[in-house]
């Protein structure tokens, strides 16, 4: 089933959960909600009204303890779980995703490549072979890989999605232009890249 919380709220939880760890690496050990706010822009009663949602954390008066908060956090995230990640198509995009450093310091392994590019197959990018896509489904199982990552032209989107949720993935996170269909169980973000420079244009040529 999927999750009722707004997106909005996960998202905002996300950034929570980075910010609490730069708090943390800057020597802060206990953070109040007008702090954690301030470093984002956001109100603090918004901050203390979605953590709100999921229990109660700190002390009044005191604030709460950032390596704990930060914990409590992640877990609510899921990063606790340590997910699988597979990314399908190997291009500047995807080779940059590949790259992302992050990925492991916040609960994700990326444990396989794909392409369909005959010159690419069986080199590495950051210790991962790049594999046939023709592969794909054996792969995925085999690997248990729980979330796919497409970043294949917009023609070939639907049918790496159809492949991944036939492979037993989770979710699906579609950086291709297009808008792709999954079944009800599999989740879905999508990041358009050329909607979000879209909509940068529309308000700087307003300005």
Do not use: C
């Amino acid at each position: 089933m999927k999750s009722t919380t707004s997106r909005a709220t996960i998202e905002r939880l996300a950034l929570y959960f980075r910010a609490l760890r730069l708090a943390e690496e800057d020597g802060v050990q206990i953070i109040s909600s007008d702090e954690i706010g301030k470093r984002l822009s956001i109100m603090p009663v918004q901050v203390r009204k979605d953590l709100a949602i999921f229990g109660q954390f700190g002390m009044k008066g005191v604030g709460y303890y950032t390596r704990e908060l930060a914990n409590e956090i992640g877990k609510i995230l899921g990063l606790n779980y340590h997910w699988n990640i597979a990314i399908i198509g190997v291009g500047h995009l995807g080779g940059a995703l590949a790259n992302y450093k992050n990925f492991t310091s916040i609960g994700f392994k990326l444990t396989a490549l794909f392409d369909k590019d005959v010159r690419i197959i069986g080199s590495t990018v950051h210790g991962v072979k790049i594999s046939d896509i023709k592969n794909l489904k054996l792969i995925v199982k085999k690997r248990e890989i729980h979330i796919g990552v497409i970043t294949v032209p917009a023609r070939q989107a639907q049918i790496v999605a159809d492949q991944l949720v036939d492979a037993g993935v989770k979710g699906i996170w579609n950086f291709a232009p297009i808008k792709i269909i999954v079944p009800d169980h599999i989740h879905l973000v999508n990041e358009d890249l050329s909607i979000g420079l879209s909509t940068l244009s529309y308000h700087i040529s307003r300005s």
